[in-house]
């Protein structure tokens, strides 16, 4: 076996969750040791801003990221239980739902205490795009997969829907990633800018901010991979037989060919596949 044969999945995981902890450690490290006031909320030490960087940190990017791998990851496990990782899926974005209101919340409350002006800058709009599309994608998701069902409205939306809804929810869910990241990113530089005084002496403080913005991006690309893994190419077991089955089709049969789509392994299958009707309900 080649080593381009060896499955990415578990190593490439491992990394998702070192960089995702170094995020979050990372910020709170940085709130601890270096930011005046540290976590205190609503006592005009400074302290409140600290929950803003800490719950977005948290909530929108780390939480958002493990509540998209709750969906591949129990599949490699063979925890064929779809409706669970659903339901850990609802729960782990709730928690980030809470968290982003909170580091709402937060920012408005600081920028009231300094007497600061707001939207300024463009971490303030990118990060208040994201936020609002977050909270409206959260929000249809909970009406058409939880309130839906629960009060029998699904049966007005029927079956063919609920597939068009789940794809359009899933492609939401990868722009609003990278919307929320975009928004940590420039959220550091707008942070070192307020909080350290000089950065080009590169300070311990910027380059914590660095390291942050680095493994932020790593986290993003890791776990974005693992959720949209494509098919790997495999060799042709003979190219030999299959010519002389076929006949000689020329230079394009030969080589490589992408692996034909294995139900088992394809972690999004649940979102893409046309589902026969029966199957909907099941599935969705
Ligand atoms: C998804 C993540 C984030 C979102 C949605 C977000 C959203 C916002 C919004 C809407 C404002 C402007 C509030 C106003 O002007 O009234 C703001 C300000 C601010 N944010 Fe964030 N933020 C995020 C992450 C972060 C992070 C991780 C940090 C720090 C590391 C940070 C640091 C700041 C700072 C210092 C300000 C005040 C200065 C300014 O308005 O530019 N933010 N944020």
């Known amino acids: 076996m080649a080593w381009w044969d060896i499955d990415p ?3 490439l995981l491992i990394i998702s969750q070192l960089s995702g902890f170094g995020v979050v450690g990372i910020m709170t490290y940085w709130i601890m040791e270096y930011k005046k006031g540290q976590f205190s909320w609503g006592k005009h030490d400074g302290g409140t801003i600290s929950y803003h960087a800490f719950m977005f940190t ?49 920012i408005f409350l600081a920028k009231k205490e300094g007497g600061h002006h707001e939207f300024y800058s463009i971490h303030s709009w990118v990060g208040m795009a994201s936020a609002m ?8 998701a909970i009406f058409f997969y939880v309130f839906s069902k629960f009060f029998g409205l699904s049966k007005f939306f029927g079956p063919r829907f609920m597939i068009r809804f789940t794809s359009m929810h899933t492609f ?15 959220g550091m530089d707008r942070w070192i800018a307020i909080f350290v005084p000089d950065y080009s002496l590169r300070p311990t ?16 690309v890791v776990v974005t991979y693992l959720t949209t893994r494509p098919p790997t190419l495999k060799k042709k077991k003979s190219t030999h037989h ?13 080589g490589l060919q992408p692996e034909k789509e294995d ?22």
């Open 9 to 11: 999945f578990w190593p």
């Open 58 to 106: 948290l909530g929108m990017v780390f939480l958002f990221g493990e509540a998209m791998l709750l969906f591949p990851v129990p599949k490699r496990l063979h925890l064929r239980s779809h409706f669970w990782r659903k339901v850990m899926h609802g729960c782990t974005q709730s928690m980030a739902i809470i968290f982003s209101i909170v580091g709402l919340k937060a």
């Open 133 to 140: 599309l977050f909270f409206l994608q959260q929000g249809v």
């Open 172 to 186: 939401f869910g990868y722009v609003l990633f990278a919307m929320a990241i975009a928004s940590c990113l420039t």
């Open 205 to 220: 403080p910027t380059l914590l901010g660095d390291i942050y913005a680095l493994m932020m991006m790593l986290y993003g």
């Open 242 to 254: 299959k010519k002389l089955a076929n006949g000689d089709r020329g230079e394009e049969e030969k």
């Open 263 to 284: 139900k088992q392994l394809n972690d999004n299958d649940h979102e893409l596949t046309p589902m026969k009707k029966g199957d909907a309900e099941n599935n969705i």
